[in-house]
């Protein structure tokens, strides 16, 4: 997570609904929000605040055909060329024999590369102890707008009064 | 737009807001631990401690301390390890399954559910390492170049299957809890009122701040590890199952196995989840949140895996017969009507007759009842395994290989050794994480709750209005 900085504007919302609402009323009326924070995930805010649609997906299916492969190259390798022995009269390759190992070590190599990309993309880390800073409250029951008013062209008198005509019940104004 | 659908019960009862949520969650992990809470994690170390000496011992002195012989070489330990195993499936499967077969239901047991899950896998796994005899050479499982020679390990065993089956599930599990976790931790970090737990729920909520962003991630990895971890909590009792199936001994060499069993461990984990959930509600006093509809949601589950099963015994006892193989048909004649006669029938009983109770209305929303049955059923699973271990095994071709088991000391202060390790993690958990998913629940309130319709009402009402002035700005200034 960058360092914070400047003036921001803090729209509290009590509602899920009412702030899934009053994204796009506000962007319409020329309002850059920076971002919403929620207790829960609120189902289409990403794409009302014009978020680009997550890429986590495509990074786990590398994953997982780079466990897929590494599964099938170490059993191959190992039971067929470096040490090739018949088992209970099979090949010494015998890939259905193969297929538990590699489905199981797609599925690690997916779980654990898909949270790694999750964590690193999202700066979540230990030590990372970055608190919701706009309101402590957005992480109980209030839903809060961040509103950097550095980015912003409309004045700060004019951005409070899009928030509360869009159902925010306080604005406050949080400076770092 | 959110519906209430008028045909079901709300899930969440009490007319909950999104603070009382947090509230009556963060309560018992913000206060001092209580008396029942000190009593019990006193008996579960208590029981810990006689069963780590015991296993101590099994481990100084050798597997000669249980009482295996040559014929019966596997009793107690894999039974309990397949036990253990299987009750660890209920909580992947509510958290997996059910989500993506968007049961919503499953939002108030599935963390705990899917601690369970982590706690009974680290119990089979124990059982793993004590049937080594020697588990400091644990690590001989693994593919690593034999120092003793150029060997491998076998990858055409289900045996070694089972250690990348295992392993995989118990870790893929964790990082599914602990992901689901980071959510409640980061509540838990914003309401802490001292430094130290500050400290340590700030550590492990990783600077949580619930963006949209980050939301949005979330629940796009849940549903992809959701996708993957349905397969994957099929394939760990396929491969269990495949420990017996693709050996040759009569009773386990059966084609069925793979599918029995995965119904056996969701049958015997859901089990256990009612044992657990039934008294953490009432300790808690969660019984707005885990309610009689999710308690009768899961003994319906209870019943269809258990019928699953029960027509599984009956199949396999069919094939024997209708098989025509001698040696397999004496294996299942045997089971029902040798020696071991009391075991089998002990498990037909409590798996196949007593889920079949739970047709009745009355007595799956009876939760006395329902918890007598998850015991039976428990204890029906275990029989499960030891009918299918030991009587297999203990009539050999040669009648003069022919012999019984009976469990030592050590045999039973092992399984022990299990409760007290299962019960101790449990119970640390349920004091120092949220037992019920926060974040989850939230999400899910306003469609099943009584409260919401009037808030959507409202909110509708200002939309309408368009930009004009909401009527609440003039309660404020």
Known sequence: ??????????????????????????????????????????????????????????????????????????MIWTMGIDWPMIIGGKDPISIPNYIPITFELTVLFTAFGMATTFFISNGLGPGTHFHPR???????????MAIDLGRNSMTEEDITRALRDSGAEEVNVKQF | MHVTSPVREPLIQGGKTYA???????RHVEGAPTKEWKIAFGISLLVLAYGSVCLAWTWWEGLGVWGLNKTVGWAWDITNFVWWVGIGHAGTLISAILLLFRQK????????AEAMTIFAVLCAASFILMHMGRPWMAYWAL???????????????????????????????????????????????????????????????MGWDGSAKTWARYEYISLILAGLSTPLVLS????????????????????????????????????????????????????????????????????????????????????????GVEYEYYAFFNRMTGPYWWAYWAMMTC??????????????????????????????????????????LHRDYIPSSWAMFSPTRFDIGDYIFSFGLFFTLFLLFSKYLPVVNMAEVKAVLRSTSAQMPAKIAGVAKVRQRGTAQPAYDKDKE
């Open chain 1, 1 to 74: 997570m960058a360092e914070l900085s400047g003036k921001y504007l803090v729209g509290v919302y009590d509602d899920d609904d009412t702030v899934l609402h009053a994204v796009p009323r506000l962007r319409k009326a020329g309002v850059k929000i920076k971002e919403v924070y929620s207790p829960f995930p609120i189902h289409g805010m990403d794409e009302a605040l014009g978020h680009p649609r997550t890429r986590i997906g495509i990074a786990a299916f590398m994953f997982g055909v780079t466990g897929c492969c590494c599964a099938l190259t170490l």
């Open chain 1, 134 to 144: 706009f309101d402590v409250r957005s992480t109980d029951n209030k839903f809060v």
């Open chain 2, 20 to 26: 009382d949520v947090t509230e009556d969650i963060c």
């Open chain 2, 105 to 112: 239901w499953r939002t108030s047991i599935n963390r705990a």
């Open chain 2, 143 to 205: 593919p690593l170049p034999n120092v003793f020679g150029s060997l491998w390990v076998n990858f055409n065993s289900p045996l070694v299957w089972d250690v990348f089956a295992i392993s995989t599930y118990f870790s893929v599990s964790l990082v599914f809890w602990y992901i689901g976790l980071i959510p409640d931790l980061a509540t838990i970090r914003d309401r802490a009122t001292s430094n130290i737990s500050r400290f340590m729920y700030g550590t492990f909520a």
């Open chain 2, 236 to 323: 760990v009792h396929t491969i269990v199952s495949m420990d017996f199936a693709t050996s040759v001994i009569p009773g386990w060499h059966t084609t069925i196995f793979p599918p029995y069993f995965v119904a056996g461990a969701i049958f015997s984990g859901f089990a256990m989840v009612q044992n657990l959930m039934l008294i953490t509600r009432v300790v808690y006093k969660l019984e707005d949140y885990i309610t009689l509809e999710h308690i009768e949601t899961m003994n319906k589950v209870i019943t269809l895996t258990g019928s699953v099963v029960g027509v599984a015994y009956i199949t396999e006892f069919f094939i024997a017969w209708y098989g």
């Open chain 2, 351 to 392: 798996n196949v007759i007593s889920p079949q109770l739970f047709w009745s209305r009355k007595l799956r929303r009876s939760i006395t009842f329902t918890f007598f049955i998850s015991v039976v059923v428990n204890i029906g699973m275990w029989f499960e395994r030891f009918v299918i271990i030991v009587t297999s």
